[in-house]
């Protein structure tokens, strides 16, 4: 069945997902949606003896209902390809009673490969498909991850062009070695002036700017967003909570229909919603644990009912879920007040505006399938030293986030239904928190001599995304206040001010 895309501000609109994905936020500022969650057409034992690659056709498929077969699976055999140092593409550890997903054995070793492995291929696919004669420029807020993953994914690729603003103080330095080292003439990387919030608010900001799209459209470019907002991210990534319980299916470790309980360190909240997709197409997931670090938002709502991002912003150990306002979260938002745009453009009204909203009891009640809970910074240090100590396999900060929030979960329920935490980055990415928190000893050595420790530590090869920037040239060294993005953006395209 064929499947739009509304906004979650405005029921009316509706567009294609190809549509969806070329726009990537709507124009009255919400989020596209599917009209309804489609379910799985095929049963979990047939998926369990497929390829990562044939899961993925069988759950994108049915949310990209304008893509034709061959299309979709030719986007999918470029994306999941010998990018990523394991045929398995998702292997699963079992450590210390839980299954750690390894969502990052993709170019840049964190999660975001997942989806921005294959988002360029579906916009060019989709570019095609709309007639689209513009070049596409993709614009991108990061808190780190996402730049290096969207770069490395948009790279070269005929017909983009990528810019992407990251905090200039609010990322790793494996973080930023990664993105200001990115090759490719259609790249461009800048640090901001400010913290993610404001790089993401900036952003948002120069998407709602007509007159600049006008003037971009008329010199033969237009905007798209690789941002998580865009539905082209989520998809794919609902396809790895289905192939991480077939696989368990598959090894005897669960029986059809048995349900897992699935663990998230959150951030903007697009990989948890993308597990709750799953859960709503029939996927047996128990609860979804959202696990936040000291930027406890999502906690906080969780319990009271009430969004309020007015607090100070902490820098944690975990910086790519250092996030006040989680983006995605508004799609649950609007789903669980009865698919209402006017009524959800109400709520986020309120968030723009006061920085806060509450939620009803009714909508409150639909939410009973989320736990959430955080971390501190010593928490999630000590999460990693002890299932270290105890299993010897290592866990990166954010991942340990969700390690820690999974124990508290357990304590607080006695739950023992088998869970699947998801694991989003490499230690090789936090080198330094990662190997401090094990022994603070390592404070006094290099990155790089840290990324040699950690292997012989764990027993496992420095990542080729590492090895490259130990000798990489730095090709991008540009920095701007937080109110000259726009002015930054038009300086890379060239634009003239031609019509006024
Ligand atoms: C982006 C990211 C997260 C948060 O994911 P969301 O989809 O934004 O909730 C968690 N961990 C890592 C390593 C990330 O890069």
Redesign the pocket.
């Known amino acids: 069945m064929e499947i739009l895309y509304n906004s979650t501000r405005n029921n009316g609109i509706r567009v294609k997902a190809s549509e969806a994905i070329l726009k990537g936020l709507s124009e009255d500022g919400g989020l596209f949606v599917p009209d309804h969650i489609p379910m799985l057409d095929k049963g979990l034992k047939d998926l369990a003896g497929m390829t990562y690659q044939e899961v993925a056709y069988e759950v994108m498929k049915l949310y990209l209902t304008d893509f034709t077969e061959e299309e979709l699976k030719d986007c999918i055999v470029k994306a999941y390809d010998g990018k990523f140092d394991t045929e398995a593409i998702v292997p699963l550890v079992s450590a210390d009673g839980a299954y750690y997903m390894e969502l990052f054995h993709g170019a840049t070793i ?3 490969d997942m989806a921005l492995s294959i988002l360029p291929h579906l916009m060019i696919t989709a570019a095609k498909k709309n007639g689209v004669k513009n070049e596409i420029v993709i614009l991108t807020a990061t ?4 730049g290096k993953a969207a770069l490395a994914g948009f790279a070269g690729v005929k017909g983009t062009r990528i810019v992407v603003f990251y905090p200039k103080n609010g990322v790793s330095p494996v973080q930023e070695k990664q993105m200001i080292t990115q090759k490719g003439e259609n790249t461009y990387v800048v640090g901001i002036h400010g913290n993610f919030d404001d790089a993401q608010t900036g952003v948002k900001r120069i998407f709602a700017d007509r007159e600049l799209a006008e003037r971009m459209d008329r010199q033969g470019f237009q905007f798209s967003s690789a941002n ?1 907002i865009n539905i082209g991210r989520l998809v794919p990534q609902i396809v790895y909570y289905v192939y991480s319980y077939v696989r368990l299916l598959a090894e005897g470790k669960i029986a059809e229909g048995d349900k897992i309980n699935v663990v ?9 919603l993308a597990a709750f997709y799953a859960k709503n197409m029939g996927l047996p997931v128990g609860k979804l644990i959202c696990a936040s670090n000291d930027n406890k938002v999502l906690y906080d709502f969780f319990r009271t009912g009430i969004y309020d991002k007015n607090r100070e912003f902490v820098l944690t150990s ?1 910086p ?2 250092d ?1 006040l306002i ?1 983006s ?1 979260l508004e799609r649950l938002i609007y789903r669980i007040g009865g698919e209402d745009g006017r009524k959800n453009a109400e709520l986020m009204a309120a968030l723009a505006e006061e920085g806060k909203y509450g939620i009803t009891e009714e909508m409150q009640a639909r939410l009973e399938d989320f736990y959430g809970n955080y971390a501190s910074g010593e928490e999630t240090a000590e999460t990693i030293r002890e299932l270290y100590e105890k299993t010897g396999y290592v866990i ?1 900060t ?1 991942t340990a986030v969700a390690s820690c929030v999974y124990r508290k979960y357990k304590e607080e329920t006695g739950d023992g239904t088998p869970a699947v935490i998801a694991s ?2 490499s230690p090789f ?1 936090f080198t330094r928190s990662v190997m401090t928190a094990i022994d603070g000893k390592y404070d006094a050595m290099s990155d790089f001599e840290l990324a040699d420790e950690l292997a012989s530590l764990a027993r496992v090869p420095v990542p080729a995304a590492i090895e490259e920037i130990r000798t990489a040239p730095v090709r991008h060294d540009h920095v701007c206040g937080k109110e000259e993005m726009k002015k930054t953006v038009e300086g890379f395209l060239g634009l003239k001010n031609i019509g006024h």
Not at 143 to 146: E, K, L, R, V, W
Not at 264 to 272: D, H, L, R, S
């Open positions: 964190a999660f975001k808190s780190g991850d996402t998580s998230v360190p959150t951030g903007n909240f697009g990989n948890i975990s790519s879920m996030i989680s995605n990166d954010h989003t980055a990415k």
